[in-house]
């Protein structure tokens, strides 16, 4: 214990020493931060303010924006005030907050797109029993259980982290505080922290498979439509959601699975950004790009259409 308490700050690695480079990086961060938050707000309004997309599909992707919000929001401001003011610190409470609260997103992060790809299924594969299961408080729950399924798991994760004695240094191999480079500073043994990494693993194995399961019926299901119109259409509604779940597994499955030793600091930094940064910016436009609903509520928001009806009662009752 007073060899983890004699830990008050950890540092982090940097983008680079020299200030014109660290004053452009906080510069490419805030315009990251700045198109993740508004297109997530925009989907998150136009969700809640039009009464068109009340639907099973658009609520869950309401609830992923937020999510997006959330992971982006713990590590990209940080990492821009440490650019500016020229440091790398992070205090051992602000290192615990970043932790749970990455493990919290990420778990819920992938038990909705779980949720959603059930939601694709039961929408192509039994269309005519889909408003009664897929029926408003069935909603609610899931997304509910999706909530609080990560609480316990972060909190588990992040206590038995820094329970560990870090006496081997306070200085993190990444942007932001991140599991697999925590232990790494510690001079106890670590085997409980890979039990429940491992346990981590293979509950997102599960979730994937579950994934790649429903897709598999979906596909099947749609390859039987016999209007090339009506393929084509299911085909777009699921494409958004499949995108959005290859680009985050093939990122993360590289940054853990990939042999330690071959790995550079620069290349881990860099797969860091393209499965924490990105996606929250990526997501909006993948789910907008090709949606004719956003779209059209997107047209009747910028013409002022949306708050002439009360919309949001609507949302909300």
Request: charged share 10%; net charge positive; hydrophobic share 45%.
């Amino acid at each position: 214990m007073s060899n983890r308490t004699t830990v008050t700050e950890f540092f982090l690695l940097g983008f680079s020493e020299v200030r014109e480079l660290q004053i452009l990086h906080s510069v490419v961060f805030l315009g990251i931060y700045l198109a993740a938050l508004m297109g997530n707000l925009l989907v998150i309004i136009l969700v809640v303010v039009d009464h068109h997309l009340h639907t099973p599909m658009y609520f869950f992707l309401m609830n992923l924006s937020i999510l997006d919000l959330g992971s982006i929001s713990i590590t990209v401001p940080k990492s821009r005030v440490n650019s500016l003011l020229n440091t790398r610190s992070i205090s051992y409470p602000g290192g615990v907050v970043q932790v749970f609260l990455f493990i919290f997103f990420t778990v819920v992060d992938f038990a909705f797109l779980t949720i959603m790809a059930y939601d694709c299924y039961i929408a192509i594969c039994q269309p005519l029993h889909y408003e009664t299961i897929m029926n408003r408080g069935a909603c609610v729950q899931m997304a509910a259980s999706a909530w609080i399924t990560g609480i316990p798991i972060s909190t588990m994760q992040t206590g038995n982290i820094f329970a560990l004695p870090f006496s081997g240094g306070n200085k993190v191999d990444q942007f932001f505080c991140k599991i697999p480079q925590l232990p790494k500073i510690t001079c106890s043994d670590s085997y409980l922290s890979e039990v429940i990494t491992s346990f981590l693993l293979f509950l997102g194995l599960r979730c994937f498979a579950f994934i790649i399961l429903s897709y598999v019926q979906i596909f099947k299901s749609v390859l039987r439509i016999p209007s090339e119109q009506g393929r084509h259409k299911a085909f777009s509604t699921c494409l958004p959601h499949l995108t959005v779940v290859s680009l985050l597994v093939c990122t993360a499955s590289f940054a853990y699975l990939k042999p330690t030793s071959s790995s550079t600091s620069g290349l881990n930094v860099m797969v860091a950004i393209f499965y924490s940064v990105m996606p929250p910016v990526i997501n909006p436009a993948i789910y907008s790009m090709r949606n004719k609903e956003i779209k059209g509520a997107l047209r009747k928001l910028t013409e002022g259409k949306l708050f002439k009806k009360n919309n949001i009662s609507r949302f909300l009752t």
